[in-house]
């Protein structure tokens, strides 16, 4: 039997950097195996010129941010293979 691997996809627009700081140490806490965001340059929903952050920035500051060190190996984006924990 394959162990369940649990994660959480947080959109990159609509938020300011503490939300998405808060969100991420959230899920960490829960004992999430991963943690994705998108790689979109452009809000998808709404308007299109809205703030939204670039995903390979966002994941180098939630790794930065982050206390369990396993967390930069599960942090991904949906521009690379996941990388898990197991």
């Known amino acids: 039997m394959t162990d369940l691997k649990l994660g959480v996809a947080l959109w990159s627009q609509a938020a300011t950097w503490p939300e998405m700081l808060e969100a991420a140490r959230r899920i960490e806490a829960a004992g999430c195996d991963h943690l994705w965001t998108w790689d979109h340059l452009l809000a998808i929903y709404g308007d299109a010129a809205q703030p939204i952050f ?13 206390e369990d060190p396993e967390t930069i190996e599960r942090l991904s984006g949906e521009v690379k293979p996941m990388v898990d924990r197991g």
């Not at 670039?54 to 941010?65: C, D, K, P, Q, R």
């Open 54 to 66: 670039e995903g390979w920035s966002l994941l180098a500051g939630w790794a930065v941010a982050t």
